[in-house]
């Protein structure tokens, strides 16, 4: 590409703006920022010499039809000095097609309270749409769950295995873990006071109460809620769920009702086998670490901790798992027609089911506290 110039004089009241070179929209920057600094007070005529230029597209005819409407409208001569015709016309067709009289909204920054309206009503458009996917939820599954016959079983066993039985593995991995962990820290600080049985009760009481539903929660909620968003956020992007109203299935019963009465059947049994796998934690570091034998440490917490403990915990499954498949399936239904929402959506609903598990969680513990359990 050729080099582009502008050379500017002013002499006896006449701007002469003469352009080299090739005009394109990837030249004309600099050229406009100059160009936009002439003070026309002093000028009496401007001419504008285009002979030099070797080519122009329509970006290069926007700025010099500009730089004439502006010298029009002060009253100053204008000489357009152009032997290309071509050029011309490129100029005339941009005069025709723009109209340099309407006035370019200027854009102004937001306020503190113009900001905090918007973010207001996003959220109250946001909390309205779910109420509303919550109530036809409802409303879906009260009609299905008193004609049994309608309720679809293969579909419900089917992401038992795949949103829970299939997460076994990392469950127990992770409690197992939990229990080594918490088992060790308590270790050292119980060693240093001799009330090395002590471990059992913290553990017992802890683990089954709150770290083995909420730790499996957590993981269901980044593995199998996730999941759940982007799969029925695919299936909306590519139009198989109008495809599905279209042909008259309703996609609560199909795709909604199967994924969250799954989950609440199985939560309980995943929250029993990280309650195992995190005992079984604390019983190792309870036998290396404190001499504690797995005899001794079973009995410890037969006698120790009561079996409402257990069961608390076994309680709040369902619950967890009603608000993991819920957000993570709303904020699959919320995907717009791009990829980039899946991401978005599909980061919201783990942010916002591991929220919620937290907060009923805490309520939990609050009634259950108050009622003396």
């Keep these: 590409m ?138 879906t599954k009260f009609r299905y769950l008193t004609s049994l016959h309608k309720i679809r079983y293969k579909e419900i066993f089917f992401e038992m295995n795949e949103s ?29 006071y001799g009330a090395n049985i002590f471990i059992v009760d913290m553990l017992g009481i802890s683990i089954f109460r709150e770290l083995a539903p909420l730790i499996t929660a957590i993981v269901i909620a980044g593995r199998s809620g996730s999941s759940y968003t982007a799969q029925i956020g695919a299936m909306k992007i590519t139009q198989e769920i109008d495809a599905m109203r279209t042909m008259g299935f309703e996609p609560f019963a199909f795709l909604v009702l199967p994924r969250i009465i799954a989950l609440m059947i199985t939560m309980p049994l995943l929250i029993f086998v990280a309650d195992m796998m995190a005992i079984f934690g604390g019983m190792i570091v309870a036998n290396v670490d404190l001499h504690i034998t797995p005899q001794l440490f079973i009995d410890r917490l037969n006698e120790v901790v009561a079996a409402k403990h257990f069961f608390i915990g076994l309680i709040k499954g369902p619950f967890f798992a009603f608000l993991i498949a819920t957000i993570g ?45």
């Design 2 to 139: 050729k080099n582009s110039y502008l050379l500017s004089r002013f002499e006896n009241k006449t701007l002469s703006l003469v352009f080299q070179g090739e005009l394109t929209i990837y030249t004309i920057t600099t050229f406009q920022k100059e160009v936009e600094k002439f003070n026309y007070d002093d000028v009496t005529m401007v001419i504008i010499d285009l002979n030099n230029v070797n080519y122009i597209d329509t970006a290069a005819a926007i700025l010099i039809s500009k730089i004439q409407y502006k010298v029009n409208k002060q009253k100053i001569k204008l000489k357009l000095l152009c032997e290309n015709e071509n050029f011309l016309q490129t100029i005339y067709l941009v005069e025709d097609k723009i109209d340099f009289k309407t006035p370019v909204l200027e854009t102004k920054s937001e306020t503190f309270l113009e900001k905090t309206g918007y973010i207001f009503v996003e959220y109250y458009r946001g909390f309205i749409d779910f109420i509303t996917f919550f109530g036809e939820l409802f409303a």
């Design 164 to 192: 829970a039985l299939k997460a076994l593995g990392i469950i127990a991995l992770t409690s197992f873990l939990i229990g080594l962990v918490v088992a060790y820290q308590s270790a050292y600080q119980l060693k240093l």
């Design 329 to 373: 399936i709303y904020r699959g239904l919320m995907v717009k027609d791009d990829t980039q929402s899946i991401g978005f959506n599909t980061t919201k609903s783990v942010v916002e089911s591991i929220f919620a598990v937290i907060v009923c969680d805490a309520v939990f513990s609050i009634a259950f506290t108050n009622l003396g359990i």
